[in-house]
């Protein structure tokens, strides 16, 4: 098809190839009909050309800066059916205010800048500015509300962190009042388990499950909702770990409300032989930690204070303040094979975690001789949560770790965990996690600033089997764009981050998947006002 436009504008004739007929008639087997279709669409085609032309023309011709309806209406149809872009009408000065660095002696402050952007249209019509006087008033209130939405999130991050690192009310209340239950009531004081099931705590054929914590509330969720999802509840064994002050209420707690059939052990750090022989290397780490995270750049009024670090940098360095990183709960997993010798493999939990399904599938699990079964968190459809990667924990700014690791190479998940402690007890993994808490120690936490999982990583580089994601669901704790169908689909949730389902900032929506296995009934309950939200 051949296309012929005059110079004028006043001509266009459209003639249909012979190729082209020939198309046509192969097409239709019909040459009127062809003929036919081609002069309808010709003419059509040939009108709206005309068309476009003429309102182009009077655009051209009124100018930039008069805009009739015809005008416009060819700018703006012009280049769509032509395939063509107009170049962009924005003055060059507006990009060149826009771009430079913040003046202060032009960014203005105060209730001079308008405060919406209603106030802002406003003031520009009222004003009538020039191009560059536009973009200098239009810097100074992004500018403005910039800062000022960058003080509200810091204070956000602040009231989060204090939120966070405060004990509750209401679970000190209840430590308080199940350890004068322990030590007034004989029967909040049993044995547990009773000398009969002492067989099966070093029993392989029973699923056995650790878990390290000194939150009594927490623990019994994660008991009750691992016990009442089991298939084989009479082969579960629950091995929980606390420390000295926590024993008394935590086994008043489990002698007051046993989970039958299942087998729970209640265990101090100081009852483990292991543990009262000598040094512990995890102890020593911790208290020379604790003295560096202390002085650790000037506490949060010092990071608060900050003007120049974005929000997320100065949230990141609050949660390294965090007491529970420096929890013996946190660090004593490192240690698991030495305090239960006689058994080959586990299943680790932290206390804020819930078990939605039968867990028992996880000893069918082929570990091909690897020590540690986790979840990959860098593959996944929420990309917040299922992002993170070896330089979303180690500082690879830092010689050490950049010689020895891979940036991205995938991250995992503590929170639910298999571990091979036959295949464990033949590596330097244990090791390994202290040499490099000693080096991160003697570099001001240069290596990186917060939590087990960065050490964990190295410790137990090449030695991780990667498990189903239905597993191990995160993030509950620090993101609520989580669903509820979702998150009721996981076999394990995590409320990983701030935002414990124990506390008020919780989010209220993901809430009552943990407290449907608090029985609110209870009367240590009811007495320390503990309630679903």
Request: a positive charge; aromatic letters at 10%.
């Amino acid at each position: 098809m051949q296309l012929h436009i005059s110079p004028s504008l006043r001509h266009v004739t459209v003639l249909p190839s012979k190729g082209f007929r020939e198309f046509i008639k192969v097409k239709t087997g019909s040459r009127r009909l062809s003929y036919r279709m081609v002069f309808y669409s010709v003419l059509v085609f040939t009108f709206l050309l005309r068309f476009v032309f003429v309102l182009t023309a009077v655009d051209h011709i009124e100018g930039e800066t008069k805009c009739t309806t015809l005008g416009c209406l060819g700018k703006k149809l012009g280049p769509r059916i032509l395939g063509r872009r107009h170049e962009s009408t924005v003055p060059e000065v507006i990009y060149q205010v826009l771009e430079e660095p913040a003046n202060q002696s032009e960014v203005q402050s105060g209730p001079e800048v308008p405060q919406t952007l209603e106030d802002f249209i406003a003031q520009m019509k009222d004003e009538r500015p020039d191009a560059k006087t536009f973009a200098i008033k239009l810097k100074s209130m992004v500018t403005f509300l910039e800062q000022r939405t960058r003080t509200a999130k810091v204070q956000e991050y602040l009231y989060r962190h204090v939120a966070s690192s405060s004990i509750p009310k209401q679970l000190h209340c209840l430590t308080l009042k199940l350890a004068n239950e322990h030590s007034t009531n004989a029967q909040a004081r049993l044995q547990l388990p009773s000398a009969e099931f002492f067989p099966a705590l070093v029993d392989n054929s029973y699923f056995h499950y650790v878990l390290a914590s000194d939150n009594v509330l927490a623990a019994s969720v994660v008991a009750s909702s691992l016990v009442h999802n089991s298939l084989h509840p009479e082969k579960v064994v629950l091995h929980i770990i606390t420390d000295k002050k926590t024993y008394s209420p935590m086994q008043a707690w489990f002698s007051l409300h046993p989970l039958t059939p299942a087998i729970i052990e209640v265990k101090s750090l100081h009852h483990f032989d292991w543990f009262a022989k000598g040094k512990v290397p995890v102890l020593e780490a911790m208290e020379k930690d604790q003295k560096v995270r202390s002085q650790f750049r000037g506490g949060s009024s010092a990071i608060v204070a900050n003007n120049t670090e974005k929000p997320y940098i100065i949230a990141a360095k609050l949660q390294a303040l965090s007491p529970k990183y420096n929890s013996l709960m946190n660090h004593i997993r490192i240690h698991l094979p030495e305090l239960f010798p006689s058994l080959n493999k586990i299943v680790f939990l932290d206390d804020d975690i819930v078990v939605q399904t039968d867990l028992s599938p996880l000893w069918d699990i082929d570990m091909n001789g690897k020590v540690n079964g986790a979840v990959e968190t860098c593959r996944g459809e929420d990309k917040f949560v299922m992002s993170k990667r070896f330089k979303s924990y180690l500082n690879f700014s830092h010689p050490l770790i950049s010689r020895n690791f891979n940036p991205d190479e995938c991250a995992w998940a503590y929170g639910m965990n298999i571990f091979d402690l036959e295949a464990w007890r033949r590596t330097n993994i244990t090791r390994t996690y202290h040499y490099w808490i000693e080096e991160n120690l003697k570099s001001d936490l240069s290596l990186w600033q917060l939590g087990t999982l960065p050490p964990g990583l190295i410790a137990f580089h090449g030695h991780v089997h990667v498990i189903d994601p239905f597993w191990h669901m995160l993030g509950l704790g620090y993101q609520d764009n989580t669903t509820i169908a979702d998150a009721e689909s996981a076999g394990v949730i995590h409320f990983n981050g701030r935002a414990k389902p124990w506390l008020d900032i919780a989010f209220p929506q993901l809430r009552p998947l943990w407290t449907k296995y608090v029985d609110l009934s209870d009367r240590f309950m009811k007495s320390c006002h503990i309630r679903a939200s």
